[in-house]
């Protein structure tokens, strides 16, 4: 038997004070007063030789009581004890894992992360299971368990050794938790007696992520043994993009960059510069981040041409010193215009749509005009965003501009008369919708405005939603109802729908029941015009658009149809993307290029925590309460006390023996208290002699 609190059992010390009044004795019962005596002080009893022991049975109930006592508070359980031995015979599993992220391409490092790898290799037995990981940002298998049991004996060493002689590091950031996580969760997947360890090879810089490490319930015997790999260089700077400007509205030759200079950092002075090959271009712009900090600044202007890096000068470490920076392409853009009017009638609604779009660093917007009998053959192009039917068109073409709506695209049809009933008709495949001219007694004001559709979202901000101040001169009728699907995005002040939306397959199908000529309206004199139009243009963005700035690891969504496959080219070998997949992965930094009718070019850079090269506080790995191995006998034995505490608690939390003795302590309290009354009624066996009488 074992104690949890063995010092109270000091307290079985108290069993001597029942002892000690037991053999001190007692004044008799029966006192006479002797007038003689009546002025003599009286003496307490004091224990003498002829002291002896009275009431045995109750002396021993009180002396039991006090051992039950103690017993309970030390609080007794049965021990298993724990061994730190295993059986030789069964061996380890080990799963070695190793740091392949951008910041292990320092001074010396990856040559000692090598010699660590071969003599960890080793050191194991023929009788243990070895695995190899590689992580950076994603955990990648090197050599697997069923491939080294595969493996004749012989031969396993030999193939470990060759798979650590082609390895390299790679560009991506150090996900350090989630590496942890997946070796542990390889150990768990199938149940192994022995001892189980994890040996990580690491720079254990302070931009590695430990997301998901705290609280994990880590599985019995595992043991995490972290071999930190220093660099022989001192300090590192890093160049990326300032945070806020790495979209793909950035502008290249105002690019707002970061400089970050690690805590170590013995360097203090630095220039940005832009690189094309061993080329230098002489507007440089001097940097100065003492350690510990960093600088947002301006890049110098970059030059003519394509193949332009912006470098940070003056490091020693170059991994992280290249930042590349997509060149800014306008986005062409196509918008089809059905009608008649002259580009110089400032009657018709074709002089103004001219006029709202104007040639911006983003966009190329291109109006072209057709007659309502020449679509055929338009529609094609992959620029082809918006279709604006100004003129009834003929029966031929409705299909066609059906499929273009169909596919993803906006389709807009003014109704500025009542012959377009039959196109309005024809294009929802619905009954007869008849039109009507409104009656309007001096205008017409917008109401019930729905800014719920992503059209009208842009406006719903107060300062951008009011819409009364357009006047609409004229206005078409119509019921709603012969519309299946439609949904009525603005009314007039009447109740009359002004603005419809009719969804067609992937596109839309927006009907205005008026022009916006000066006949009819005031709408394109109004601010909203122009921003209602850029809106119709965003839905019919089949494709969306691509983010210019990436980061090494993170998947990349390509925009355009996928339903065929595509190339991209980039630093290294072109990739292949498969059709039915828009995802890709860039293994390293670089300008990549999305071919096809209208090629795409983003960046990909090495991701910013990277450049946080100072070694990694302990402090935060010692709250995460991780599973490191001793590193000495002196903690292997401290280790292994504290596990046998852990049992120990337990154990006694489970048996619980102490609830035994305080029942057994209630039952002595009654007995002592029965006997003890019992005792004290028992008449005297004999009176006491004279002399001893009080």
Not at 517 to 538: I, T
Request: proline residues 7%; hydrophobic residues 40%; aromatic residues 6%.
């Amino acid at each position: 038997m074992s104690f949890l609190a063995p010092l109270f059992l000091l307290g079985g010390l108290a069993i001597a004070g029942p002892v000690l009044f037991h053999l001190i004795r007692r004044n008799t019962r029966e006192k006479f007063t002797f007038s003689s005596l009546m002025f003599l002080r009286a003496d307490p009893p004091k224990v003498t030789r002829k002291s002896r022991l009275e009431d045995i049975l109750l002396l021993l109930v009180r002396c039991a009581l006090l051992a039950v006592m103690a017993l309970a508070f030390s609080r007794p359980f049965m021990r298993n004890t724990v061994t730190a031995g295993h059986d030789a015979t069964i061996g380890q599993r080990i799963v070695l894992l190793i740091d392949t992220s951008a910041s292990m391409q320092r001074a010396g490092i990856w040559e000692k992360t090598l010699t660590e790898a071969r003599t960890a290799l080793a050191e194991v037995q023929p009788s243990d299971s070895f695995s190899i990981l590689t992580f950076n940002g994603q955990t990648q298998p090197l050599l697997r368990f069923d491939q080294w049991r595969d493996l004749p004996e012989p031969s396993r060493l030999p193939a470990a050794r060759e798979a650590l002689n082609g390895l390299q590091p790679g560009w991506g950031s150090t996900h350090l938790g989630n590496a942890i996580l997946t070796a542990a969760e390889l150990l768990e997947e199938n149940p192994h007696t022995g001892p189980q360890q994890i040996i990580v090879l690491t720079d254990r810089q302070e931009g590695a992520q430990l997301d998901g490490l705290q609280g994990h319930d880590w599985p019995t015997g595992l043991q995490l043994t972290m071999k930190t790999v220093a660099s022989t260089a001192v300090g590192n700077a890093g160049i990326h993009l300032a945070p806020g400007h790495a979209t793909e509205d950035t502008d290249s030759t105002s690019q707002r960059v970061r400089v970050t200079n690690s805590d170590d950092a013995a360097r203090e002075q630095f220039q940005l510069a832009w690189r094309q090959g061993d080329t230098t271009h002489t507007n440089t712009v001097p940097v100065y981040v003492p350690a510990g900090q960093s600088r947002t600044l301006t890049a110098p202007r970059r030059p003519a041409g394509p193949n332009w890096q912006l470098a940070l000068l003056g490091d020693s470490e170059t991994f992280d010193n290249t930042l590349h920076i997509a060149p800014l392409t306008p986005e062409p853009v196509r918008i089809h215009y059905l009608g008649r009017e002259s580009a110089e009638d400032t009657e018709a609604m074709r002089f103004y749509l001219e006029r709202a779009f104007s040639t911006t660093r983003l966009q190329h917007v291109e109006v072209l005009t057709h007659l309502p009998s020449a679509l055929e053959g338009k529609l094609a192009h992959p620029d082809d965003r918006l279709l604006i039917i100004g003129e009834p068109i003929e029966a031929a073409h409705v299909d066609r501009v059906r499929q273009f709506a169909e596919s993803g695209h906006s389709v807009l049809l003014p109704l500025k008369s009542d012959a377009m009933a039959g196109t309005l008709t024809a294009l929802a495949k619905s009954g007869p919708i008849p039109l009507s001219e409104a009656s309007v007694e001096k205008y017409a004001l917008l109401s019930q405005v729905d800014f719920e559709h992503p059209l009208l979202a842009p406006f719903n901000e107060p300062r951008f939603s009011d819409f009364t101040k357009i006047h609409f001169w004229k206005h078409r009728t119509l019921d709603p109802a012969r519309l299946p699907g439609a949904r009525v995005l603005a009314r007039f002040d009447d109740g009359d729908p002004a603005l419809l939306d009719l969804p067609l397959g992937h596109g839309h199908l927006f009907v205005l029941t008026s022009g916006w000529h000066p006949a009819d309206s005031q709408l394109a004199l109004a601010s909203k015009f122009v921003p209602l139009l850029y809106s119709m243009l965003e839905l019919g963005q089949t494709g969306g658009r691509l983010k210019t700035a990436h980061f090494v690891g993170q998947p990349v969504t390509l925009p355009g149809e996928s339903d065929t496959a595509r190339t991209v080219t980039g630093p290294g070998p072109d990739a292949q993307i498969p059709a039915g997949q828009s995802g890709f992965h860039a293994d390293q930094p670089g300008l990549f290029t999305l071919q096809g009718s209208r090629p795409v070019t983003f960046a990909v850079n090495v991701p910013a925590r990277e450049s946080r090269t100072e070694p990694l506080a302990p402090e935060r790995l010692d709250g995460l309460n991780l599973p490191f191995a001793p590193g000495s006998v002196e903690k292997a034995e401290i280790e292994q006390n504290r596990e046998q505490t852990l049992i120990d608690e337990q154990l006694e939390k489970r048996q619980k023996i102490w609830r035994w003795l305080i029942v057994a302590a209630i039952m002595l309290v009654l007995l002592e208290t029965w006997l003890g009354g019992w005792l004290w009624r028992k008449p005297a066996a004999a009176a006491e002699s004279p002399g001893e009488a009080t």
